[in-house]
């Protein structure tokens, strides 16, 4: 067995450039969950690919076989690797893939399809260090998040409003692109696109409150209406890919939240 040493920088080992500064303390099975964790998130291995056999890995990243096969085995209990007796190692593709309807399942009636189309116009974005809900979530602790606010055609038979929320430093991309590729575009599927990470976990909560200014207007409804606030935060593993607050203004049909 190898002698076990922490990743260092090398030309020919392309994992190297995923590797996390040491931290002080961290076991050596939690720097190597990070650093491929990281692999997975910018695309070194992507949503269905298979990563190579535990022996491989150990000589691509120095460290002993308990080593890896420890860190393997944390990233397949956050959902983030599927292990198959005989078959080896694969990148999840999560419990539905992040262009999937998670939420905002609209569900048609008797000759109707089973979830109603959606069809989202952009309102604005901008970059916020305001404090809310989102900031423990998106672990804030400081810099920038991006909202993005969108009206949203329930069918054409009414509007909700959508704020949805990222890290300007996770999404780049997105971040600065054209608002105008934004408009009509499913966002979830562009976060999915930049960060190369399945969906894993799913969290909603329902309450009803009193719509403010900002979220009647988007819905189209009166100032004050109550309505449902329904927040929808997804987990890729152990990092926060997204949070988002929809208003729902009072309607007739039903909503699917079975997805959280």
């Given at each position: ?9 090398s ?42 056999p ?10 002993s ?101 990222f ?48 979220a ?31 208003f729902i ?12």
């Amino acid at each position: 067995m190898p002698a076990e040493t922490t990743p260092s920088s090398s030309p020919v080992n392309e994992l190297d450039r995923y590797a996390r500064e040491v931290v002080p303390g961290l076991a050596k099975y939690a720097q190597l969950r990070e650093t491929l964790s990281a692999a997975i998130r910018g695309g070194y291995w992507k949503p269905g690919s298979q990563l190579p056999p535990e022996r491989e890995l150990v000589r691509l990243t120095r460290f002993s076989l308990g080593t890896v096969q420890r860190a393997l085995r944390d990233l397949a209990d956050q959902g983030l690797l599927v292990r198959t007796q005989g078959s080896g190692t694969y990148v999840a593709e999560g419990r539905g893939s992040i262009e999937a309807p998670l939420y905002l399942r609209f569900l048609g009636r008797e000759g109707e399809p089973r979830f109603l189309p959606l069809f989202p116009s952009v309102l604005s974005r901008k970059s916020t260090e305001e404090r809310g809900p989102w900031s423990v979530w998106l672990r804030q602790t400081s810099g920038a998040v991006i909202r993005i606010t969108r009206r949203i055609s329930v069918n054409g038979e009414f509007n909700l409003f959508n704020c949805f929320y990222f890290r300007a430093d996770a999404f780049p991309g997105i971040a600065q692109a054209p608002l105008a590729t934004l408009d009509g575009a499913d966002l979830k599927q562009m976060l999915g696109g930049e960060s190369n990470m399945p969906v894993t976990e799913m969290h909603q909560r329902v309450s009803f409150v009193k719509f403010s200014a900002e979220a009647a207007e988007g819905a189209g409804v009166k100032v004050g209406t109550r309505g449902m606030l329904l927040e929808s935060a997804a987990l890729a593993g152990r990092e926060p890919l997204y949070y988002l607050e929809s208003f729902i203004p009072p309607n007739d049909r039903r909503l699917d939240v079975s997805a959280s």
